[in-house]
Structures are given as C-alpha cells and as structure tokens.
C-alpha cells in the first residue's frame, strides 16, 4: 500500500522504523521545519529527517501541513493514506477528508487524551497504557478506534523508556492496520467520549517536586519527565533537579534532607525519597555521592523548597 508519514521527534521515528520493515511503500515524509535548539542554538534536524534521509525518502518540511497544495502533492504521488505519529501540528481541511489520516497515540484512548500522554500516565502512577491507532479528526484525539494494544508500565520505567517501547509498539500496531486496510476488512470503532481524560502538555508548574506529597508520587514524577525534561527542587535558592530516585524507609518533615554518608534522602508528606541522580542549575548530571562531595554543607543545612 502506497502512504505518506508525518512526523518528528524519536517517537516519530520509531514507528517510521517499524513501517519501513512493513513492506507498505512510503512515497513522502513531513517533518517540521529545522529549528535552533539547545544552549549554542544550532539549527537541529528532527530524528525522522534523519531517518528518512539515510533511507534516500524524499522530505518536504511545511510550516503549515494542512493546505491544498500539500494535498494535491499526497494525490499526485498516489498515497492511499497519511501515517501520523508526533508530527506536532494539528491537521485541518482541506487535508483531513481529502485523504484517510490514521495517527499514532500514545494512550490507550479515550484515556490520556492531548500532548503528554506519557508522562501524564507515569505521574498518576498507571501500570498500563497503550498505543490506539485512530482515524484523525477535527477535534483533538477524538477520531474512531482501528486498533489497541496495551504496554506495561514497568517500576523503572521512566518517560525516555516509554517512549522506547510505546513508539515500536505503535509501528507495529499501524502496520497491521494497514495491512488490514489492504486487504478490506477494518472498520474503526467510535470512541466513549465519556470516559475521556485529559493529557494537557508539562508546564513549569508541573515540574516542580512538592515534598509534602507522598514519597511513590514524587518518585512518579521524577520518572515521568525522567530523561527528557527534568522534575526540580530548589536548594540554596537555586533549581536542583532530580533525574533518578527511589523510595526509601523512613520519614521526617516534608523536604527535611537526610544526608547518611553518601546518600541522600529527602522527607516527604509520606514516606521518604531516596536522590539517586542529581543536577545543580548551570552544572553536568552527577550521582548523589559526587554531588554530595560539592554540596553536602549546601543541603544538609536546610530544607528543601516547597
């Protein structure tokens, strides 16, 4: 079957792997434009260029995907079907009913709906989530169901891990659906739009550690925007954030640091978090021991905020 792939980020080329083991032909990838990115600003590729590039597919990068000319490039090339997966704009007419757009989430749909998925389900602590391969519509993850399969979320498994899996998962899911739409027999299923939840995207607010929530929720959050974003504290007045950590026995005030050689708990509302890997603002990634070298005087004389 002959189709076109949208999409970005790792996420995006991981299902892109999966379809071109698929044997489905791929006629054009859209990416987003090249941007500047990180601390020198350097105008970065995105992980699906890249892929598409070493496979010799041709890329075109539109500022604005949804309009007549994209959709007459899609026509004249004799795509059956657009595979999205974390493109990262919102489709619209004339695209969507010009051409069947199946997309990629990262949820098991209705649940999770919006831009974090991932992370939003680690933090409320789910063992389970999924891949939904659905039809695109106009209003945001609400399109009929072709195809669900769910995914483990292991206790060490943070949101770079999720990805990991959740993206192989959701080739292998589309590929199937295309087979499937190959050779004539999937109808999608209507979503119950009354047992959605909502996956709003990771704000500021967001990434900051309350230590007066429970020791397993704050260790949630630090595994949910664990590698990619980072959950912070603030000691010294400075954001420290926290990569890895664990639970640990013990208790005390929440935010009271407990420093035992060179390890590195903190209290929370219940419970206690063990500080496995560490960044002091401006500086590298370090373990607790390292940082504790630098910083024990700086944390064990106070609380951390909030």
Not at 11 to 21: H, K, P, Q, T
Not at 75 to 102: D, H, N, S, Y
């Amino acid at each position: 079957m002959k189709i076109a792939f949208a999409g970005t980020p790792r996420f995006g080329a991981l299902v892109l792997e999966s379809l071109l083991r698929s044997g489905h032909e791929i006629s054009i990838i859209f990416t987003q434009p090249d941007r500047p990115a990180g601390r020198g600003r350097r105008t970065r590729t995105s992980a699906v260029k890249e892929l598409a590039l070493v496979e010799r597919l041709r890329v075109e990068q539109p500022e604005k995907a949804s309009s007549p000319e994209m959709l007459a490039l899609l026509k004249e090339l004799g795509a059956r079907a657009l595979a999205i997966a974390a493109f990262g704009q919102v489709l619209k007419a004339p695209l969507l009913g010009g051409i069947p757009c199946l997309n990629v989430h990262a949820s098991l749909l209705p649940r999770y709906r919006g831009a974090a998925p991932i992370e939003r389900a680690i933090m409320a602590g789910e063992g389970v989530t999924g891949v939904t391969i659905m039809e695109v519509k106009p209003k945001l993850d609400t399109g009929p169901i072709y195809l669900q399969k769910a995914v483990v979320i292991g206790k060490e498994d943070d949101a770079g891990s999720m990805y990991e899996k959740l993206g192989r998962t959701g080739g292998e899911a589309l590929a199937e659906v295309l087979d499937a739409l190959e050779a004539g027999g999937m109808e999608p299923q209507p979503q119950d739009d009354a047992a959605a939840t909502c996956a709003e995207k990771i704000t500021a607010a967001d990434m900051e550690i309350d230590w007066r929530q429970p020791a397993w929720k704050v260790a949630c959050l630090v595994r949910a925007l664990s590698p990619h974003i980072g959950a912070f504290t603030r000691a010294g007045g400075r954001r420290l954030k926290v990569w890895k950590a664990h639970v640990a026995e013990g208790g005390g005030r929440p935010g009271q640091v407990i420093v035992k050689k060179d390890r590195l708990l903190v209290a929370c509302g219940t419970g206690t978090l063990e500080l496995m890997e560490l960044q002091p603002e401006g500086k590298r990634r370090m373990g607790a021991a390292e940082f504790l070298c630098g910083y024990r005087r700086l944390v064990a004389e106070q609380r951390l905020a909030r």
